[in-house]
DNA sequence: AACCTTGTTCCGCCAAGCGGAACACTCAAG
DNA sequence: CTTGAGTGTTCCGCTTGGCGGAACAAGGTT
């Protein structure tokens, strides 16, 4: 019946445990322990034995004096070494590095990721752009440059997009037809360009695999008032040359 | 008994629900069921339920051609959002990189976490060190300058000397002595040494708490062949500035 | 002092998890 | 082609670990 407060992924000892685990790490400051239990529909003796669980495990500290519970360095940690192994961002790293010295401009590598981008990494330019993409963060793929650019050679990039307009406040950033019709420009021109966020310019062009999708994105972000007609011209230029090659190296490991 | 061929947590649906993730996460190719429930000491079955489980929950991917199982960008995910909001970090990043532009040499920021340093950032050098330990990564606190400096200041530090010294292979790195000597004189003169790793010099100082303990440490590296006596000074003047700065501001939160 | 909270512990009930065994399947050697 | 040793997957009976209600202790606030 869906009748959970919160889109529970079942029940069981393992799914309780990462949803405490999960809540401790989205939520930016420390949960008593009550609040857990209450957010998450839970027993508090079941909250406090999953609590201990994880403490044990070293995934969650407790703070002796508050008796609040916190998520714990462990989990970073884990993940860095899962990223930091990543074969495109390890083959993509002095490819965004060289791109960003020809640009000096921001440049972010991104995967698709459900319905999302998700931020590998990033260089950001000298003089930074605001609002800006935190590493490790996701953003609904159809806003943005580099989601544009792999969307174009997803087969189901139909169906992600209306499963976004579904999600997002502001319908009208995303008209299934005429994003679908950008998407085959993309396809010819080999880039895509967005600018969801107000005064910021964004191209982004696809890492290709051998099976004709999209393995990664590179994007380069610039503010709309440092960009001419030349410097846009330049940057896709760069930008197209970089993941050419970048493919080319993906393809040979 | 102990008789487990791991160091096992315990038994329990959680437990090993995270071994089996820590595995993946820890191994940098996707594994096989089979190799899984051998080197975790469980059965098949078992090992394939958990393994459905964090499938389900988007911690574990399964590559359909070759079946072989793999942690996904799930955890890192999680972890980003965990380092972002670190409070000691969050303070550190404009003073890690005004360090950076003063010395022009790579600076670390770690924090004591168990015996070991747990590098937080880290800002490289123009012409980066080599072996330089990855953003994630421990290292045991006795050898690192930045471990020093921390651990001149923890109460525990003579029992963390002796555990990490059972726990390396090249014993004569730590005598215990001859190291709680020195993190006296690293009290003394605020700053600590060390040059652990072959033709690098390292020089850590704390940012100090309240509570007279340090909550993290700033060390700067460079090559030695780069560094002239009044290098060393004035790089080891700038990281004071630096962490008496940075803990004011850390004291004001 | 009479309430609310909070976190923690206890305990009976029961299902979720466990692991042995059987299954389907692939690949390599005979 | 057949055999065999692997693989991953499924089934199922047993029992243990997890579940949640209730009782408990400890502060904090009215």
Redesign the pocket.
Known sequence: MMSELVPNTG??????AFAVLELLALSNEPL????I?LRLG?????V??????LVLLGYVE?EEES??YRASLRLWELGTGLVAQHPVKRAAAGFLQQLHQATHETVSLTVLSGDDVLYLDKIVSPRPIRFTSRVGSRVPAPLTAGGKAMLAYEPGARAIARRTRQRIQDKRRIEIESLMSELDQVREAGFATSSFRPGVESFGAPIMAQDGRAAAAISVSAPTSRLSASKREAIVEQLLATCADLAERVGAL
Chains 1, 2 share one sequence.
Do not use: F, N, Y
């Open positions: 029940d069981g000892a393992v799914p309780r008593r322990l009550s609040a239990a839970m027993q508090k003796s079941t406090h034995r999953v609590l201990a669980t407790q008796s609040c």
